[in-house]
């Protein structure tokens, strides 16, 4: 493209950036809230109970395996959830035999009071985290496949943004300690270069792991030259191979006391972490119990699993053999997902996460800054092109975080009997963010900035205040009890709005000193004209 | 008729652009399919069938985004298709060897 490698990198950044800033910037932000989808998912169900109260393992088991005999003797499959750090409810899942030409069957998800073994009340309609962290990879008012494929696409220009970037920057490592706080092109070009390199092996993990994650879906041509149909099914068994299978025998007994089954893990592991205990087929004389624990390690750990049987025996089961390549995708996936991260290391993966998003951000907003002054100087004003890559940068970099805003009034204000009240939910977020994305074209750029991030400013204070008015679960309630996961929501929200004022206030401060200086040189162009005007009347 | 003459011409650094953006997608993912079948084969009798079928799909990535770089590297548009046709073709012919000597 241009005369030196270098220079067409450099224009290949540029532009492939630009393509895809915009989906890239929503990707990072709602995968980044997805860290902590289980968390947000809690503060939107305000009908959960605080803290759980102390009750033994072995006592939730009990209940549980009492209510799903009661409520799923037919179902093929079990699943009960502890509480833990992060989600501290008692659930239970379960799943029905698929019906003839269908691919799964009906799945049911309750919560159980610990103490009691019922139901907890009818929690409301909501999405919660996890339809966040759907959007980051299924986007949504389309297929799935239309989605993959534009998450795909963005990603795989991501990947080559990354590379790119990596190679015409000379001097990556010496820049990365050269940061000039100033203000304008070298102040957003030191501050995009920062922001990559701080987190360069995340960002290209990412990226990388976000591609195999889809592997078959994107590599569609060369997986179905290279193997046929059921070799295909045999390449999921190689190389991802699954736990353990079992048949039904279609001979009716009744499952052993897990409690019984929780006592012997007891000898094997030495901590008590047991997360969750899955049973399949639990009616059936060939059923298998599988103990799991919180996961220790990134990639798989065959001791994170304990099997037994019908009759509470314990099973041997072999370790599930991945092959190499499997294990190194498992591995980045998991690095991907984050499963196995405690609070520090989630707070980390947030951390990386905004950084990530901000690296994108502010890749946008470099682009405009270098050709603000040329296009300043235009007799008809800015390009269509400019215009519109200003106003889709003030719409996505302040307009999305206020839409996901919206998103958790929408929680708390839409009525609890609202008929599709999820869906409506996510609606509010996408109306509201194609209204911002919209406004700033009747705007002048530097005002919707501050209209915009002021509205975020203010809607991410008032969060925390309208839980205080619509619930009984407010910082009042649960710092004094120590729930940190429900206060840690509205801390957050407090945090953001603070970070969004302070962010609105250094603009509004440029748009002072830029007016300061305008008087200023108008009032100096006004003495000079005076001051000829003088000097022609005394000539 | 000179009107949409001039607006469609094909010389034109747009049309050139454009031209390279095409072959980094479809010529570039026909290098990731084709490389995919090569390491597929090359790797057979060493890992096994499966394992080098996902060693292949594992290193498409890179080697796609690596295609789509060159494409925008070379000087010109013309030079790039034919280009990664080359390489498309005799990564095909290695492929085929390899198929006839595994079996």
Known sequence: MKSTFRQSMKWLH???????????????????????????????????????????????????????TEHASEAERWRIQLPNSRDGNLRVRWTQAAKEGKRRGKRTHKILNPTTGQ??????????????????????YMPRLVAYWIVGFCTMLMLIAVITGVIFHKKIFSDFFTFRAKKGLIGWLDIHNVLSVVALPFHFMITYSGLIFFLTTYMVLGFNLSLTDSQQDEFHKQVFPDTLAVEQAEIAQTLAPL???????????????????TIKYPNDVNASVNF????????????????????????????????????????????????FANSVV???????????AAMVASGGILWTTKRKPKQDKKPNGADFGYRLVEQLNIGSFVGLPIAIGVYFCANRLLPVGLENRADWEINCLFISWALLLVYPAFRPAISAWL??????????????????????????????????NYAGFDLA???????????????????????GNKSITSAVSKASTAKLAQNKGAM | MSYFSDKINFISPRWLVFSRVVAAIFAGYALATTST?????????????????????????????????WVFSVASAQKAWIGLIKLNVILMIFTWLLVQANS
């Open chain 1, 119 to 140: 139901e907890v009340a009818e929690l409301r309609a909501t999405g919660g985290g996890f339809s966040l962290y759907r959007m980051h990879y299924r986007l949504h």
């Open chain 1, 451 to 484: 209209e915009q991030l002021k509205l975020a400013a203010v809607i991410f204070t008032f969060i925390p205040v309208l839980n205080f008015l619509t619930t009984d679960k407010h910082l009042a309630i649960t710092l004094p009890i120590g729930d940190w």
């Open chain 1, 346 to 356: 989630r707070w980390l993966y947030l951390l990386v996460g905004l950084i990530g």
């Open chain 1, 14 to 68: 540029t532009w492939v950036g630009l393509v895809v800033v915009w989906i890239l910037f929503f990707m990072f932000i709602t995968g980044t809230a997805g860290y902590f989808y289980k968390e947000i998912t809690r503060w939107m169900e305000p009908e959960r109970p605080l803290i759980s109260p102390e009750v033994s393992k072995k006592q939730m088991l009990h209940l549980s395996q009492a209510y799903l």
């Open chain 1, 259 to 277: 409690t019984d089954m929780y006592l012997q893990t007891r000898k094997y592991w030495l901590e008590d972490t047991l997360d969750n205990v």
């Open chain 2, 37 to 69: 079948l090569f390491f597929g084969q090359l790797l057979l009798t060493s890992v096994g069938k499966y394992e080098a079928v996902h060693i292949g799909m594992l290193l498409s990535f890179p080697i796609y985004a690596c295609a789509a770089m």
């Open chain 1, 493 to 515: 929200m407090i945090a953001i709005g603070m970070s969004f004022s302070f962010a609105a206030y250094k603009v509004k401060q440029r748009i002072v000193s830029q007016v």
């Open chain 1, 292 to 339: 799991e624990r919180l996961e220790t390690d990134i990639t798989y750990n065959h001791s994170d699993e304990i099997f037994f049987n019908s009759n509470g025996k314990l099973m041997t089961v072999p370790a599930r053999e991945f092959t190499p390549s499997g294990r190194i995708e498992d591995g980045f996936i998991s690095l991907h997902e984050g499963q």
